[in-house]
Nanobody, 119 residues
Framework: QVQLVESGGGLVQPGGSLRLSCAVS????????MGWYRQVPGKQRELVTT???????FYADSVKGRFTISRDNAGNTVYLRMNRLKPEDTAVYYC?????????????WGQGTQVTVSS
């Protein structure tokens, strides 16, 4: 099992910055990759960014050049640095981790943290 706990959300003005953190516990050594998703009411959860165990990253076009995913050396905390925030970045942000075993992917989720971009 993997447990994920997010922190760092809040209210920020347009153009501002925030850093989200995701603390991982449990079988973090088995994790193949981690990422951040976001969701607004009435819409599907959308992928924001991922980072694999090998360090490869992916960013959605909407955040490319503004958001950066990183992790600490121990691999048990993942960060999302969000710069030049826009009102459309307002959402609940969820940390995700996945483990692939026996050809099956298992996803784990945090409880979510609210990010509101507003003046």
């Amino acid at each position: 099992q993997v447990q994920l706990v997010e922190s760092g959300g809040g209210l920020v003005q347009p153009g501002g910055s925030l850093r989200l953190s995701c603390a991982v516990s449990g079988r973090f050594f088995s994790i193949n990759g981690m990422g951040w998703y976001r969701q607004v009411p009435g819409k599907q959860r959308e992928l924001v960014t991922t980072i694999t165990r090998g360090g490869s990253t992916f960013y959605a076009d909407s955040v490319k050049g503004r958001f950066t995913i990183s992790r600490d050396n121990a691999g048990n905390t993942v960060y999302l640095r969000m710069n030049r925030l826009k009102p459309e970045d307002t959402a609940v942000y969820y940390c995700n981790a996945w483990i692939i075993t026996g050809g099956t992917r298992y996803d784990y989720w945090g409880q979510g943290t609210q990010v509101t971009v507003s003046s």
